[in-house]
């Protein structure tokens, strides 16, 4: 086995005192993904595609035996303004929240923050009769 391709061990926690500084190669996309320009001491999501893994139970313990792609599938925004993105596993079905690094990719975080709107959980084209229900005239403008 390569020096470069074996898993790093350390002590239960490590990662939560420390920084994630090492390059990792995206389950997901390939990409090379490098800790600079994260913004962050602790990189945990892939820039390009913004998935991570589940390997953590509790933020940087590393004890989650799931291993399953965490795929986007939404963000919102924190109190003080910031994006997250929230992940759902692929395997287990876990969701977690994780804030957004520095270089993410804008476009694909503008696709998933767009996503509820251009597909709506009702047809569309029943918006106007939908309004005249809630009391209002249906029309669409003022």
């Known amino acids: ?53 589940h390997v953590d139970n509790e933020p940087g313990d590393r004890a989650a035996d799931c291993g399953g792609h965490m795929e986007p599938v939404a963000v919102w925004v924190r109190k003080n303004g910031e994006w997250a993105i929230i992940h759902r596993c692929n395997r287990c079905g876990e969701i977690s929240s994780n804030r957004i690094a520095a270089d993410d990719n804008p476009m694909k975080l503008m696709s998933i923050a767009m996503r509820p709107l251009t597909s709506p959980p009702f047809p569309i084209e029943r918006i106007q009769e939908m309004t005249r229900l809630m009391g209002g005239d249906g029309s669409m403008v003022k």
């Open 1 to 53: 086995m390569n020096r470069e391709n074996k898993k790093k061990s350390y002590e239960k926690g490590y990662y939560k005192k420390n920084a994630c500084d090492e390059s990792f190669t995206c389950k997901a996309c390939g990409r090379l993904v490098v800790p600079e320009g994260a913004g962050t001491r602790h990189r945990n999501h892939c820039p390009n595609c913004l998935t991570s893994l």
